[in-house]
């Protein structure tokens, strides 16, 4: 691998945690991962703009521009240009699968769909409904130093509840919400109004 292959992969490394999303998967990162830490998006996005200088001081030296002109160009994956949406077959074909955590229940329901039309949902999008619809409220862990979604005694009785989770990244904890089947089902049967901004 060349140094450009090198600083190519770790610009979409980075660029990729500054979007919140898994560097090595693509997947969105759970929610309170360190790598959703304001902190962290900030520096990220700084690299990822001194790599990109890297990248274009290397493509305009004279050695690197030759080497452009007989070198393959690798072409770049697409971007998903889906719109968020909800296939309403999901409804009827949503299987509960045990409790999990927000990303992978995700995944159970778009799973169930018969085409991929439709980009998912974010995870943010369906806790932030949930916290205004009283189930979780915004909290902060002093321990942890962290904000993360506190499941309230309404959200327990729908069978919500938090989870403190290890981060295998400087052994760092996170706490996680986890879906039981109830609030699997409720927000399956809702997510046209959360897709919508509306109350239940």
């Not at 039309?117 to 943010?124: I, Q, S």
């Amino acid at each position: 691998m060349t140094q450009k292959d090198q600083i190519e992969t770790a610009l979409n490394h980075v660029i990729n945690i500054a979007m919140g999303l898994d560097p090595l998967t693509g997947e969105e990162t759970e929610e309170g991962s360190i790598l959703n830490r304001p902190e962290v998006i900030r520096t990220m996005f700084t690299v990822k703009e001194v790599l990109q200088e890297k990248l274009t001081f290397e493509a305009l030296s004279p050695r690197n521009t030759a080497l452009a002109k007989s070198s393959p160009i690798t072409p770049k994956k697409p971007r998903d240009t889906r719109e968020v949406g909800f296939p309403p077959e999901i409804v009827d074909n949503f299987k509960f699968k045990g409790k999990t955590t927000v990303t992978h229940f995700i995944k159970d329901m778009y799973a169930c769909a018969e085409t991929d039309e439709f980009k998912p949902v974010k995870a943010a999008t369906i806790l932030n409904w949930l916290v205004l619809e009283g189930y979780l409220e915004e909290a902060y862990d002093k321990e942890l130093e962290v904000n993360y979604k506190s499941v309230t005694e309404k959200g327990a009785e729908l069978g919500l509840s938090n989870r403190r989770v290890e981060s295998g990244l400087g052994g760092r904890s996170y706490i996680s919400v986890m879906f039981g089947k109830e609030a699997q089902l409720y927000v399956v049967n809702n997510m046209d109004k959360i897709l919508n901004g509306e109350a239940a």
